[in-house]
């Protein structure tokens, strides 16, 4: 279990998937799932990935940790394939819907960049104010999507991205 104290920004991980050391109004708990478990699996050119949405409304650096501290990174939009397997994935969870979820990317100067520093690429159709505290980007649509920027401070669900690769 992972839980995440948001006012004193502190998590905690533990075996203890009840939650009963955790008291107070400020702690979201999380229980991590296998991989088989919640996840919707896809295929694509050299590996699969796992995708997990968290109707849980997070900030950026909070969906960003519980990510990787579950072994994944917040799903990245890094090609065509994917954006398509994004919006193929989170349509029905919209159901009809505005949902906006946060999804990997930070503005550093005038670029914007994936968690490895590479550049994102011009693949998800981008919607920005440019204002200076909107440096994170999410998705949000109904039945299709588009990325905006967004400040840290904002609350929106998220989803995780694991990644297994083939043995061949």
């Known amino acids: 279990m992972i839980s995440y104290n948001e006012s004193t920004d502190t998590c ?3 075996n203890d998937i ?6 107070g109004a400020d702690w979201n708990s999380f229980v991590l799932v296998p991989w088989s478990t919640g996840c919707t699996t896809y295929q694509l050119t050299s ?6 949405y968290f ?3 997070a900030r950026y650096s ?3 940790t519980l990510c990787q501290a579950g072994g994944g990174n917040l ?3 890094d090609s065509q394939e994917k954006f398509d397997l994004f919006e193929d994935y989170h349509v029905p969870i919209a159901d009809g819907a505005l949902i906006e979820v946060w999804i990997q990317g930070e503005k550093t100067g005038d670029q914007w960049r994936f968690d490895d520093g590479t ?4 693949v998800c159709p981008l919607v920005t104010e440019n204002k200076p505290d909107e440096i994170h980007l999410r998705a949000r649509g109904r039945t299709g ?3 905006r920027d967004a400040e840290e401070s904002v609350l929106y669900h998220y989803t995780c991205e694991y990644q297994r690769w083939n043995s061949h």
């Open 12 to 14: 905690m991980c533990c």
């Open 18 to 23: 009840t939650g009963s050391d955790l008291i």
């Open 47 to 52: 590996h699969q990935i796992c995708l997990m």
């Open 55 to 57: 109707p849980v409304p």
């Open 62 to 64: 909070t969906a960003k």
């Open 75 to 77: 799903f990245k939009i």
């Open 119 to 122: 550049l994102i690429p011009h």
């Open 145 to 147: 999507f588009d990325c």
